[in-house]
């Protein structure tokens, strides 16, 4: 790749392909379905629409105006408090379900990075099936080179897990929450990795039974230690 | 490892290798909704393999699978709904104002859209490319020149 006609190429078709837009973050990960029937679905939906397209066009002559927010309201604290409320709504009672209440101000999302976007699933159900109840929330700030959105995530189970994970190592402790936190150092690998990995931090420990863990290659040691002890439980 | 402890670290991972897979798969030719379907099979596919056969590339990986079930479908589509052929496409049409060089690339043969796409897209190694595409990596640095000097030669002809 020395001809400077054919770097031009690849870079025009990074440009073109980093251009593309993503879905909103809470598409990416779906509920199992069964691709199997995906046809006959499409059948029955062919159908469907089919038969309610008479019904369908006269409701359309009285729809209601649409509902407009009122003006005034922070889209990222709306969003948030829905993200959380629904994470809450999905997971059984005993399952204390932390929440920020300080994060940094540029984790409230940009235009390609939606944030937060949260996850959840009690033991049981969909592909967790036999797992324990867990959640996860992602806050995005903006997109890094090679399409990634820098940001930090938090994750919670119902379980006591064992720490450091693999690829990691303790770097320390510290006491909040009443408890010890672990400090792990880990180190991914992958394409867009540089030479010697992406190092990222996160803290972990133990609480009303659960382990909670935080994440980030974006955010430091010191905003971490204060997005942990900001943490309440969601009511 | 505890079941959750592989979800939590799968889902991470995929999560990471969204953003330019994703993109890969519409430059190699695959419509918003057929990418989303893709990369969720292939996220069922990566959290039932498990632990215990580790991939050394997640994003190379969730690449060639998501591409495997993307084909799968078109082929399926193609068998069970044939009326969608009027409304499907092989590949994107460059009067979707795309840019010229997504336009050249749609016109390339799917095993070359693949590989220009998983080296420079998705960002693999050679190396990588052929090992999860399972061929020679003599093949891939073949390949590769090869639609690289026709991505050349149709844009020229374009401009």
Known sequence: MNNPSEQWIVSALRRATDRMELPPESRWIRERRSTSHRSSLAMVAAATILVIAVGGAISALRVEPRVVPASGVDPFAAREDAAWARVRSQLPSAFVVLRPTWIPAEFRGSGDCLSPSGSAEAAGSGYARGAAPYYSMDYKSSVLAGGMCAGFQLQGTLSVLKYPAPNCVLVGTLAARGTTVGIQSCVGHGPQAPAGGTVSTGLWWVENGATYEIGSRDVDLADLIRIVRSLEPVK | ?159
């Open chain 2, 1 to 159: 490892m505890d079941t959750t402890v592989e979800r939590m670290r799968w889902e991470s991972a995929y999560r990471s290798a969204f953003p330019s897979v994703y993109r890969g798969l519409l430059a190699v030719g695959a419509r918003p909704d057929e990418a989303e379907d893709a990369l969720h099979d292939a996220f069922l596919k990566g959290l039932e393999r498990g632990a215990d056969r580790p991939v050394t590339s997640v994003d190379g990986w969730i690449f060639v699978v998501s591409v495997r079930a993307w084909r799968a479908r078109r082929i399926r589509e193609r068998v069970f709904l044939p009326w969608t052929v009027f409304t499907d496409r092989e590949v994107p049409s460059p009067a979707d104002s795309a840019p010229d060089v997504l336009a050249a690339l749609w016109k390339l043969p799917l095993r070359q859209r693949q590989i220009v796409v998983a080296r420079y897209v998705v960002g693999l190694s050679q190396d990588e490319t052929a090992q999860l595409l399972r061929i020679a990596r003599g093949t891939v640095s073949a390949t590769t020149t090869q639609a690289i000097a026709a991505l050349r030669r149709s844009m020229e002809v374009e401009q």
